[in-house]
């Protein structure tokens, strides 16, 4: 009886806050945290969310793309597979209904005395790493024509790295130009002779965040390397002059990192068959040649992704016996509502991070939608396969990652346990 009472005590008081949400009191502090640093001049959002004159109009919009979880953009499936990450920057349950219920009341404004101090940004407010120890950036725009069929740009930069570094996050991003950039990928070219190509490094799509690796693990960049940069662009009507920087959270040199952590495709489907007028799956499959941790699960998609699901089956425990039984398997991660523009790498808690053993096959299925009902789709009437273009699609995982020997796997397991 006395936990009853105490709980409508509870939903009482907490119907009475919503009702009397403000803007001023409520709504801009949340505002702040989670949503202006897109949505304000010169951002990458089309609105700006700063002040009460700005945001009232866009109140019910508001109210519907946080109520589905659209906004702040964080699209990982909350019920299935693992549901803990870090730099989390999705909204709480609470927090939702406020906005929901001060919209439901008119959206009303509040004291102005209410209204907490205006956040200050700066040009490191672009940086999810924060402020970033070094950055490389092309040494010049490339213009591109405000016209035409999609363009690609390469250029290599030389750094001068003059020593050995590990770096324990890394972030691309348009210093101008975002509107146009459909892609840009950065390569580590070690020995320009042997390997010209290089290895990637890291890579801004749409809405990307950054490269976040667990404690202990690092990026290995060796000295006399030079970075490659390619350009994805797609012309948007306006001549546009496009810049690109790579920022580098460097790890102190006293703190060398126990493991080398990297990022790599996963799950690639090369024969998409994606029909006019419909939603197709794919499916696509990597094995770990070792044990390794998962750090990050992020899914790539051109404009009519869908949903992606990455599952790990396991190795056969007993792979001579006559009666092995069915494969295990666990989803680890899903993206049930991919929302196109937002190109998100999801950092696992390191105590969450999927804890593989060697020989797992990461099994990665995808879903396009090349129905009208996809908003962001081209052309509906149009088959559609793989490709590089814009208008083309593609279908794989980007996922980081680090290597574990075996002794060091079963200690982690034993710690899981």
């Given at each position: 009886m006395f936990v009853s009472r105490l709980l409508l005590v509870y939903s009482a008081t907490a119907v009475a806050v919503f009702a009397q949400a403000t803007f001023t009191k409520d709504i801009a502090p949340i505002f702040e945290r989670a949503c202006q640093n897109c949505h304000r001049e010169g951002s990458i959002a089309p609105m700006s969310l700063l002040t009460y004159k700005e945001t009232r109009p866009w109140a019910r919009s508001i109210k519907e793309k946080v109520v589905r979880r659209q906004m702040p953009p964080w699209h990982i499936d909350r019920n299935v597979g693992v549901n803990k990450f870090k730099d989390d920057p999705s909204l709480s349950d609470v927090e939702i209904a406020t906005i929901s219920k001060w919209v439901d009341a008119g959206a009303p404004e509040g004291n102005v005395a209410d209204m907490p101090a205006p956040r200050q940004f700066s040009d490191l407010d672009k940086w999810h790493i924060g402020?970033?120890?070094?950055?490389?950036?092309?040494?010049?725009?490339?213009?591109?024509?405000?016209?035409?069929?999609?363009?690609?740009?390469?250029?290599?930069?030389?750094?001068?790295?003059?020593?050995?570094?590990?770096?324990?996050?890394?972030?691309?991003?348009?210093?101008?130009?975002?509107?146009?950039?459909?892609?840009?990928?950065?390569?580590?070219?070690?020995?320009?002779?042997?390997?010209?190509?290089?290895?990637f490094l890291n890579e801004y799509a749409v809405g990307k965040n950054a490269d976040i690796f667990p404690a202990d693990s690092g990026r290995l960049i060796k000295a006399g390397s030079k970075l490659h940069f390619n350009l994805h662009l797609h012309p948007n009507g306006e001549e546009t002059p496009v810049q690109v920087s790579v920022g580098f959270k460097v790890i102190p040199k006293d703190q060398t990192p126990h493991h080398v952590a990297f990022t790599q495709h996963m799950g690639d489907v090369a024969d998409l068959d994606i029909p006019a007028g419909q939603t197709a799956r794919s499916d696509g499959y990597f094995r770990l040649p070792k044990a390794a941790v998962l750090s990050a699960f992020q899914p790539h998609f051109h404009t009519r992704g869908k949903a992606m699901c990455m599952e790990a089956i396991y190795p056969d425990i007993r792979p001579d016996s006559a009666r092995p039984g069915p494969a295990r398997t666990e989803t680890l991660s899903c993206v049930s509502d991919y929302q196109f523009g937002w190109s998100i790498s999801y950092p696992y808690a390191e105590d969450a991070a999927p804890l593989l053993p060697a020989g797992t096959i990461i099994h990665v299925t995808t879903w396009h939608d090349n129905s009208d009902n996809n908003k962001h789709n081209p052309n509906p009437k149009n088959w559609v396969g793989y490709g590089q273009r814009t208008i083309d699609e593609m279908s794989f995982a980007w996922v980081s990652l680090f290597y574990l020997d075996e002794p060091e796997y079963q200690q982690r397991l034993q710690a899981r346990k």
């Amino acid at each position: 009886m006395f936990v009853s009472r105490l709980l409508l005590v509870y939903s009482a008081t907490a119907v009475a806050v919503f009702a009397q949400a403000t803007f001023t009191k409520d709504i801009a502090p949340i505002f702040e945290r989670a949503c202006q640093n897109c949505h304000r001049e010169g951002s990458i959002a089309p609105m700006s969310l700063l002040t009460y004159k700005e945001t009232r109009p866009w109140a019910r919009s508001i109210k519907e793309k946080v109520v589905r979880r659209q906004m702040p953009p964080w699209h990982i499936d909350r019920n299935v597979g693992v549901n803990k990450f870090k730099d989390d920057p999705s909204l709480s349950d609470v927090e939702i209904a406020t906005i929901s219920k001060w919209v439901d009341a008119g959206a009303p404004e509040g004291n102005v005395a209410d209204m907490p101090a205006p956040r200050q940004f700066s040009d490191l407010d672009k940086w999810h790493i924060g402020k970033p120890d070094l950055i490389v950036t092309m040494p010049k725009p490339y213009k591109l024509k405000a016209n035409g069929q999609d363009e690609y740009y390469d250029i290599d930069v030389d750094p001068g790295f003059k020593e050995d570094m590990y770096v324990s996050a890394i972030e691309t991003k348009p210093d101008s130009g975002f509107k146009v950039v459909h892609h840009a990928d950065t390569n580590l070219i070690e020995d320009p002779e042997d390997d010209p190509i290089g290895l990637f490094l890291n890579e801004y799509a749409v809405g990307k965040n950054a490269d976040i690796f667990p404690a202990d693990s690092g990026r290995l960049i060796k000295a006399g390397s030079k970075l490659h940069f390619n350009l994805h662009l797609h012309p948007n009507g306006e001549e546009t002059p496009v810049q690109v920087s790579v920022g580098f959270k460097v790890i102190p040199k006293d703190q060398t990192p126990h493991h080398v952590a990297f990022t790599q495709h996963m799950g690639d489907v090369a024969d998409l068959d994606i029909p006019a007028g419909q939603t197709a799956r794919s499916d696509g499959y990597f094995r770990l040649p070792k044990a390794a941790v998962l750090s990050a699960f992020q899914p790539h998609f051109h404009t009519r992704g869908k949903a992606m699901c990455m599952e790990a089956i396991y190795p056969d425990i007993r792979p001579d016996s006559a009666r092995p039984g069915p494969a295990r398997t666990e989803t680890l991660s899903c993206v049930s509502d991919y929302q196109f523009g937002w190109s998100i790498s999801y950092p696992y808690a390191e105590d969450a991070a999927p804890l593989l053993p060697a020989g797992t096959i990461i099994h990665v299925t995808t879903w396009h939608d090349n129905s009208d009902n996809n908003k962001h789709n081209p052309n509906p009437k149009n088959w559609v396969g793989y490709g590089q273009r814009t208008i083309d699609e593609m279908s794989f995982a980007w996922v980081s990652l680090f290597y574990l020997d075996e002794p060091e796997y079963q200690q982690r397991l034993q710690a899981r346990k």
